[in-house]
């Protein structure tokens, strides 16, 4: 419990040169954002197909897993390199924590949003068959 409260701490979160990272963790930190720009990939292709919601939403997880991976993969290279004030751990919460926030609303656009703009013009689509 105390390593956790110390990753929280403001001396290790602005520690201006932490060194390389050694865990095994850090490989799985940067095959994630090479997935990520994979999958970015993967649903930009997928998206020529499909009504306009499914590409504005295929559009919105896309930029966010092409953003996200790229930034990711530079703070894994600042860190391993040592860069002064750039290889903090603060950035990388920071980064994780916009991510979360970011991922919220691509999911809130396709949760919430789609069905009631689908509705709406099902029901717009429904008045002029019968207005004839």
Do not use: C
């Amino acid at each position: 419990m105390a390593t956790i409260l110390h990753l929280l701490s403001a001396a290790y979160l602005f520690n201006r040169n932490p060194g390389p990272f050694t865990s095994d963790l850090a490989t799985v930190f940067l095959a994630a954002n090479i997935a990520l720009i994979a999958v970015a990939v993967i649903v930009r292709l997928s998206a020529r197909k499909g009504d306009i919601f499914a590409k504005k939403a295929a559009a919105k997880y896309s930029s966010f897993a092409w953003t996200m991976g790229l930034i990711g993969i530079i703070l894994y290279s600042l860190r391993q390199i040592n860069t002064l004030y750039l290889s903090a751990p603060v950035f990388i919460l920071i980064w994780g924590i916009a991510s979360i926030f970011w991922l919220m609303l691509a999911l809130n656009y396709r949760i919430r949003v789609v069905p009631k703009r689908r509705d709406a013009i099902s029901r717009e689509a429904g008045k002029w068959d019968y207005s004839g």
